[in-house]
């Protein structure tokens, strides 16, 4: 029995040995020499500026995609928050699972909740420990103005009195799905920052 | 179920041993002259049928002639309560005798009237505010504070 004998469409094995060697000979004929750099025409000053366009796009991918909120759950809107990152909507899509304790291991503060005079000097606080680059999410109607209990003796009339907010979720309480939607709007910012103007006046 | 006890009944009992100090009773509360009201509630809880060792809750109520303040008492020994109630009627710096050395859970309690009433209990270790800070302008829970 011929074993080398073609059979249909297929070619027979002392074809294929044959042909991949013509493949190997041909690229390492014209593989002889190293292949140039790309960017070696660029002068110094703008091949760091290319560079630094790739860190922004790194960075920022990075960032927005493991944005960890600190605990600072004031009042009822942390059960929507608690909600939301529960396994029904899971913040951890988004790469928020991991709540921190400590504000000095997070980079998103969620004001969930009424702020009293008395408890602000403490948010202020956990902001101030948080570490740059740090974000705020104002959830709920009492985050964003007071909502109702906004003339009341002992209330902050919105936390942008204490804090810079970046992102306002309306609701009282927000559904999760608002929240998801106030996170997605954070990550889009967040995507749009630069490091090379970073630094926020206060 | 604690047995609520008639203030009526209590009122005739303590009438005989603090002649004047007890304003007016009811089924429901009687209401005791805030000179006696130490005196009275160390009788209730020291007197064994009567036997009022744990304090519910303290309230005030702000009834614009004068301040009211509630007293809700348990007896864990013979599973009654009763509501005592005492009146100030100064209301420029309105003075109640403190109740902390008979019950240690009147501390936050009496405190709490304090910041929010301005209400003064005397004796009381530790009488600042406790909810608002200090230096907060008057006592929001008043009828008249705007």
Redesign the interface.
């Known amino acids: 029995m011929e074993v080398d004998e073609p059979t249909g469409i297929y070619p027979s094995a002392t074809e294929l040995d044959r042909t991949e060697s013509e493949v190997i000979e041909a690229l390492k004929k014209r593989s002889q020499q190293p292949i140039p750099d790309p960017d070696e025409w660029l002068d110094e000053e703008l091949k760091r500026n290319i560079l630094l366009t790739s860190v922004d796009a790194i960075l920022n991918w990075a960032r927005r995609s493991s944005l960890w909120p600190v605990v600072c759950f004031p009042a009822c809107c942390a059960f929507e928050l608690i909600t939301t990152a529960a396994s029904r909507f899971d913040i951890s899509r988004f790469g928020m699972e991991i709540i921190r304790a400590s504000p000095r291991q997070a980079d998103l503060m969620i004001t969930a909740g009424t702020l009293t005079w008395k408890m602000a000097p403490q948010v202020r606080r956990i902001y101030d420990q948080m570490p740059e680059p740090k974000w705020v999410i104002a959830m709920g109607a009492c985050a964003i103005s007071g909502g109702i209990f906004r003339s009341s003796y002992s209330v902050v009339p919105g936390y942008n009195r204490i804090v810079p907010v970046d992102v306002y979720v309306p609701g009282c309480p927000p559904r999760p799905e608002a929240l998801l939607y106030g996170i997605k709007m954070l990550q889009h910012k967040v995507s749009k920052g630069s490091i090379a103007t970073e630094g926020r006046e206060e | 179920m604690t047995v609520a006890l008639s203030g009526q009944e209590i009122a005739d009992k303590l009438d005989k041993q603090f002649p004047g100090g007890i304003v007016e009773s009811s089924q429901d509360s009687l209401v005791v002259n805030s000179e006696f009201l130490l005196m009275v509630a160390t009788f209730l809880k020291d007197t064994p049928d009567l036997d009022f060792n744990y304090l519910t809750a303290i309230t005030a109520v702000d009834y614009y002639d004068y301040f009211e303040v509630v007293y809700r008492l348990t007896s864990m020994e013979h599973n009654h309560s009763l509501v005592v109630k005492t009146r100030c009627y100064e209301r420029a710096n309105p003075t109640l005798p403190s109740v902390v050395s008979l019950w240690r859970g009147a501390d936050f309690q009496e405190r709490e009237i304090y910041d929010l009433m301005g209400i003064s209990f005397d004796g009381h270790p530790n009488l600042k505010r406790l ?3 200090q230096g ?1 302008k008057g006592h ?1 829970l008043r009828r008249d ?1 705007w």
Do not use: D, G
């Open positions: 909810f608002l800070w907060f929001p504070y």
